[in-house]
């Protein structure tokens, strides 16, 4: 998910697809907006997620909410009318426990049983996702009040970029929250054979991690599949990642092979997300990427925090949760490799380790794994 280009590597970034870390940064995610919900309704809860429950029999047509950036809207999956109810009982932590509950192992892991007891289910707060996109059509998020966010970059005429260019003199930076990314991947003919018995084809995928991530953070509590931690959330989403092409081939050692092209997220695109943050009121932002290549020392983490390469975008980063006390949840890493003690475990990425080099900032940034 990277440009090949050497100016490139650095902003190079790719999302961590670790079911725990995302469970539990959205427990974390849910903690931030738990003094707003403490006086919540759950009968008027209750009665919303009815109305919510028969999304497969809609009544009435699709709701397109516009994004602040500009034309790019989210068309939701519409709210219908159902007749079951699907919530627990306040006090009764037992009573959340549903097969519906069940079917994430970390809501109660977390304990999240306990929070909805006492009426804590994120309802009236807003929250963010930047990722690979979010598929907001998915009947997981119907009846909200879920928003897209349109990125793009700035070309020399001071316009933004109007449509996606991968590669070549006019390439440009534009992604909408709620498309998801897509890969067109095509593979070395004389290798085509071989590389689809190890289960690579061509065609195009579609990326899944930012829809996974939003779920595990705000799907609905509706009696069926599973639920989001912070369920009554609504969400903001925004893309990191451009649409790409790759080619695969095997090399003479017959290893794979990817040549990958894209066009990386300009740091005026963080500057218009975190505009996009503020006006929405959004109390807490999910980041599960890092860079491609992370330090691997403290030395070397001192110099990536201090080089001029990430300062633009490091400093609009802080400046947000300064100004507006934005909770900024990031994945300390992307690995599965054991860690035998803290001491010979991988230290955190650049981006969760800020406060590191802005100490100021270290009460809005959690760093989770």
Request: proline share 6%; charged share 15%.
């Amino acid at each position: 998910m990277h440009d090949d280009s050497t100016a490139a590597r650095p902003f190079a970034a790719l999302p961590f697809a670790n079911p725990l870390a995302t469970a539990v940064i959205s427990s974390l995610l849910l903690a931030t907006a738990l003094p707003a919900m403490a006086t919540e309704s759950l009968d008027a809860w209750q009665q919303q997620r009815q109305l919510q429950e028969g999304w497969a029999q809609p009544t009435i047509s699709s709701v397109t909410v516009s994004s602040v950036a500009g034309p790019a809207s989210a068309t939701l999956a519409p709210a219908a009318v159902a007749s079951t109810a699907i919530l627990g009982n306040a006090g009764d932590p037992g009573s959340w426990r549903t097969d519906e509950f069940k079917a994430d192992w970390g809501l109660a892991a977390m304990g999240a049983e306990f929070a909805y007891a006492r009426g804590l289910t994120a309802k009236g707060v807003r929250l963010g996702v930047f990722d690979d996109g979010a598929g907001l059509g998915h009947p997981e998020f119907a009846g909200k009040n879920h928003r897209s966010i349109r990125l793009a970059g700035v070309l020399a005429d001071g316009s933004l970029c109007p449509a996606e260019v991968i590669e070549g003199p006019n390439s440009c930076f534009r992604t909408d929250g709620d498309q998801v990314q897509l890969t067109y991947q095509t593979l070395e003919p004389r290798y085509a054979a071989l590389l689809n018995r190890n289960n690579y084809f061509e065609g195009v995928t579609y990326g899944t991690h930012g829809t996974h991530v939003s779920g595990t953070i705000a799907a609905n509590r509706d009696g069926s599949g599973m639920h989001g931690v912070a369920f009554g959330a609504d969400l903001s989403v925004a893309r990191l990642f451009s649409n790409s092409v790759a080619h695969l081939s095997v090399s003479p050692r017959m290893t794979l092979e990817r040549n990958s092209k894209s066009v990386s997220a300009p740091t005026a695109a963080f500057s218009q997300l975190y505009e996009q943050l503020e006006q929405q009121q959004i109390r807490a932002i999910n980041h599960s990427w890092g860079l491609a290549t992370e330090p691997s020392t403290a030395q070397q983490m001192d110099v990536y925090l201090s080089h001029t390469v990430f300062a633009d975008r490091l400093a609009v980063m802080a400046t947000a949760s300064r100004r507006t006390g934005l909770i900024q949840v990031w994945a300390a890493g992307n690995t599965d490799a054991p860690n035998p003690s803290p001491q010979q475990a991988p230290i955190a990425g650049m981006y969760a380790t800020l406060p590191r080099a802005q100490r100021d900032v270290e009460p809005y940034w959690l760093a989770v794994s």
